[in-house]
């Protein structure tokens, strides 16, 4: 799951590669659901457990990367602290609601229902950051709603008595990540690169999910010894968290981000797919339906904003 580029950023050259990259960078995004699921499937990880260990190594790592290569990003951080706090609390926040719609929903259907936060954002962004809603792109954002009503099986009075929470944190998700993708915004708004917002964010978000672990601070150390374990999480880190995001930003250095925005929308395919292929989890027709129409708001309101 990615933060979509904005449509001013301008590549240095068109270049066949720059289709692989962004492809690459979907793929490897669409796996995330994968290794959540197996760390909380097999390993007995808590949702809130591997939100905590993601934003924590990511951080790590991210840290090593600055040190060595971009040391105007330690400036940006320290000049954006609160601004990064306030990332920090919403990235945390979507990926506990992310981690736990995973254990309740399932890989495939959290994918989509996280999806649909384009609707959300541009509900949000005309909100609070004044941008215009034109009424076509209403009736967008009502397609998604609806859409993401029909794959969480909120369209059914019996899915409430039965999976409530489920439907309620996969949603969840969907609102915190388009609030974490305003926030993305209004980081490069700031000056802040990629390095800088996203140390910060999940630096942050690290600090409260340990807070909030402290009541069962056993289960931070649930993996104990088990090698196999502990590298699956540090495969999910440096694969979806990290290099996911710096494949796509290598795209946008070659192919204008509409472009590579467009690509991305093959991602909850991509975790369909990978879910059905490694966990057998399987989605129905209505589910499909909703699934489409959810991709087809996220391509519509891009085209409305790019043309």
């Given at each position: 799951m990615k933060i979509l580029a904005q449509p001013t950023e301008k590549p240095t050259a068109i270049s066949s590669n720059g289709y692989l990259f962004a492809l690459l960078s979907t793929v490897v995004w669409s796996s995330t659901g994968i290794f959540v699921s197996h760390l909380q499937t097999d390993y007995g990880m808590k949702a809130i457990t591997v939100a905590f260990?993601?934003?924590?190594?990511?951080?790590?790592?991210?840290?090593?990367?600055?040190?060595?290569?971009?040391?105007?990003?330690?400036?940006?951080?320290?000049?954006?602290?609160?601004?990064s706090l306030f990332f920090g609390v919403v990235t945390a926040f979507f990926n506990y609601f992310w981690t736990t719609s995973i254990k309740l929903n399932g890989v495939s259907v959290s994918a989509v229902l996280t999806y649909c936060s384009p609707a959300f954002t541009a509900l949000l962004s005309f909100i609070f950051l004044r941008e215009h809603l034109k009424p076509i792109k209403v009736l967008?954002?009502?397609?998604g709603i609806l859409g993401a009503a029909m794959v969480s099986g909120a369209i059914y009075p019996s899915a409430w008595q039965s999976?409530?929470?489920g439907i309620g944190t996969g949603l969840l998700s969907g609102l915190f990540f388009s609030i974490y993708s305003i926030m993305g915004r209004l980081a490069a708004n700031r000056g802040m690169n990629a390095f800088s917002s996203m140390f910060g964010s999940f630096f942050f978000a690290a600090i409260i999910l340990l807070f909030l672990n402290i009541p069962d601070s056993e289960s931070l150390f649930s993996l104990k010894n088990s090698l196999n374990g502990w590298m699956t999480l540090v495969l999910l880190v440096l694969g979806p968290t990290i290099s996911g995001y710096g494949l796509y930003m290598l795209s946008l250095t070659m192919i204008p981000a509409t472009i590579a925005n467009l690509i991305s929308t093959l991602e909850p395919f991509f975790t369909i797919l990978l879910a059905y292929l490694l966990l057998a989890e399987k989605m129905t027709f209505i589910q499909w339906i909703g699934g489409a129409m959810i991709v087809l708001c996220v391509l519509l309101i891009q085209f409305t904003r790019d043309f």
């Open positions: 260990w993601r934003d924590f190594l990511a951080a790590f790592f991210l840290l090593i990367i600055i040190v060595c290569f971009s040391r105007v990003s330690l400036k940006q951080i320290f000049a954006n602290a609160l601004f967008y954002i009502l397609v999976n409530a929470i």
